[in-house]
């Protein structure tokens, strides 16, 4: 039971550190190749983790600066919203 708790958290060690990877702000993006909407999207969801790994890397940002405009953020923001549970117009009651 102990073996499988360790492969866990170096599983979800390795996953984190490739959604760092592929973090806002690292370099991938430039003034000619911007970031689009799927861009956004994928940086909306991974925003938490970027949060987190920000703090300790001053290259990771959790918006990309150079983006195509209203798309990337449309992207962005649907992303963040929907991965947070914001989507949700109705709730139940118990």
Do not use: Q
């Not at 550190?17 to 911007?34: E, F």
């Not at 983790?49 to 923001?77: H, S």
């Amino acid at each position: 039971m102990k073996r499988i708790h360790h492969l866990l958290l170096l599983l979800m060690l390795a996953a984190l550190l490739l959604l760092a990877g592929c973090a806002p702000g690292t370099g991938r993006y430039t003034a000619a190749g911007p970031a689009g909407f799927l861009d956004g999207i994928w940086h909306g969801w991974i925003a938490p983790v970027t949060l987190i790994v920000g703090l300790f890397n001053d290259g990771v940002r959790i918006y990309e600066p150079f983006n195509k405009g209203w798309w990337y953020d449309l992207g962005f923001y649907i992303a963040v919203i929907s991965g947070f549970g914001g989507l949700s117009l109705t709730r139940r009651k118990k």
